[in-house]
């Protein structure tokens, strides 16, 4: 019997993926992206409630403070603020603490919006009531020619972020919040230049949920700056929305335009 061994020959053939285990491993990258996108539209979704809840909580608390003191905050009459404690001393002239319901940036209401007086004043005294978590006591009666970068003393940052910011601001009789940019405040004058960060989708969405999905009705609008407005706040509020909207008084979120997740828009909400 012979004792030689035989030597198996190699095997040259190249294994590789089946059928099956590509389409298996097609699958997890789908469920991979998917999940991805999913979790991406919670997360805008949560954005936006958390958004709405922050302006719903701002207006409950000027409700309780009018309740309680019988003025909206920044507004209250001078002598009523000086008896209650609150800080700073306001002369009570137009726009410095007059109690007459509107908030008015120290009387100057042609400018433009500007950052003083009553509407710096209004975040100050919400504060001082202790009606908001956050605290907010730079704000003097009279106009605060201030750095971008001292902006976040004087408003709160609003829930959006991204650099927007929650301010007030009245017209016609009435008072508004504000959400939008702040791109820089001018040096002597107090007057703050509004910039887009919100987009037609945000804006769009935020509106429905709250108000009635259109930009120039209701109580929440849109409002937009352009190199033609850089200040959108005068006499008559700019509802600036050419591009924020792009048919009059529907936000652009048409899934064929590029544009309706850029940043064109701002959003006004009524409060009382």
Not at 50 to 64: C, D, E, F, K, P
Not at 99 to 121: F, K, P, W
Not at 143 to 166: E, L, W
Not at 234 to 263: E, F, K, R
Request: net charge negative; charged share 15%; proline share 3%.
């Amino acid at each position: 019997m012979s004792n030689t061994c035989k030597i198996k020959p190699l095997d040259n053939k190249q294994s590789g993926f089946t059928l099956v285990e590509l389409a298996i491993v097609l699958v997890i990258i789908g469920l991979i992206i998917g999940g991805v996108l999913v979790g991406q539209d919670m997360i805008k979704a949560a954005t936006i409630r958390s958004q709405i809840a922050q302006i719903q909580g701002y207006s409950s608390a000027v409700n309780t403070f009018r309740d309680k003191y019988g003025y909206i905050p920044g507004d209250i009459a001078s002598t009523e603020a000086t008896n209650h404690g609150f800080l700073p001393a306001r002369t009570g002239a137009a726009g410095h603490g007059d109690g007459n319901s509107v908030l008015e940036a120290c009387g100057i209401v042609a400018a433009g919006q500007l950052l003083g007086c009553e509407t710096g004043i209004f975040w100050r005294d919400l504060t001082s009531s202790q009606l908001i978590d956050k605290n907010f006591s730079a704000a003097t009666d009279a106009i605060a020619a201030v750095a971008t970068a001292a902006v976040p003393t004087y408003f709160p940052d609003a829930k959006m972020a991204r650099g927007n910011y929650v301010t007030v601001f009245s017209n016609g009789g009435l008072n508004f919040f504000h959400v939008g940019g702040i791109s820089s405040v001018a040096a002597v004058t107090g007057e703050y230049t509004m910039l887009n960060v919100m987009s037609p989708n945000e804006a769009g969405n935020i509106d429905r949920k709250m108000d009635d999905n259109t930009t120039t009705g209701g109580s929440v609008t849109a409002s937009e700056t352009t190199a033609a407005s850089a200040t959108i706040f005068t006499t008559a509020l700019a509802l600036n929305v050419a591009n924020c909207s792009a048919v009059a008084g529907i936000y652009n979120t048409d899934l064929a335009n590029a544009v309706q997740n850029s940043p064109l828009c701002q959003l006004n909400f009524r409060f009382n």
